[in-house]
């Protein structure tokens, strides 16, 4: 008999500002762009490549068939690991006026592109 079967988490999921990310182990099937007037599903198996710009204001860019989604950002290299191991979930706009006053991604664009 196993006693713990309904057992809740004594420690919840840490909450990103930027987006969410699959449990440890498992893998998300679709990632979600949240912008500013809409939110945008694609399937993981339609990203062709991604292509992380470093710099002071750091670009991401997930290429599919025909378009083209594009991060404007900084420090966005959780976000190019987490797509990297397949746990990318959500990603949202962060961006602060003050730089720095949180720790972690700062989004600050999302857009879609056709190509």
């Known amino acids: 008999m196993d006693v713990h079967?309904?057992?809740r988490r004594l420690l919840a999921r840490p909450?990103?500002?930027w987006g969410e990310l699959a449990e440890k182990g498992g893998d998300?099937?679709?990632v979600r762009f949240v912008l500013v007037d809409r939110v945008v599903t694609y399937p993981t198996a339609q990203f062709k490549r991604w292509e992380h710009l470093?710099?002071?204001h750091e670009t991401?860019?997930?290429r599919t068939d025909r378009?083209?989604?594009v991060i404007e950002g900084r420090?966005?290299?959780p976000i190019r690991t987490a797509l990297d191991l397949g746990r990318l979930c959500e990603l949202r706009l962060n961006y602060s006026a003050k730089v720095?006053?949180?720790p972690g991604p700062q989004i600050r664009r999302i857009t879609i592109e056709a190509t």
Request: no cysteine.
């Open 5 to 7: 079967a309904h057992s």
């Open 15 to 17: 909450v990103h500002s």
């Open 28 to 30: 998300a099937v679709a």
């Open 54 to 56: 470093l710099g002071d």
């Open 60 to 62: 991401f860019v997930i």
């Open 67 to 69: 378009e083209e989604v």
């Open 75 to 77: 420090d966005l290299t």
């Open 100 to 102: 720095g006053a949180r």
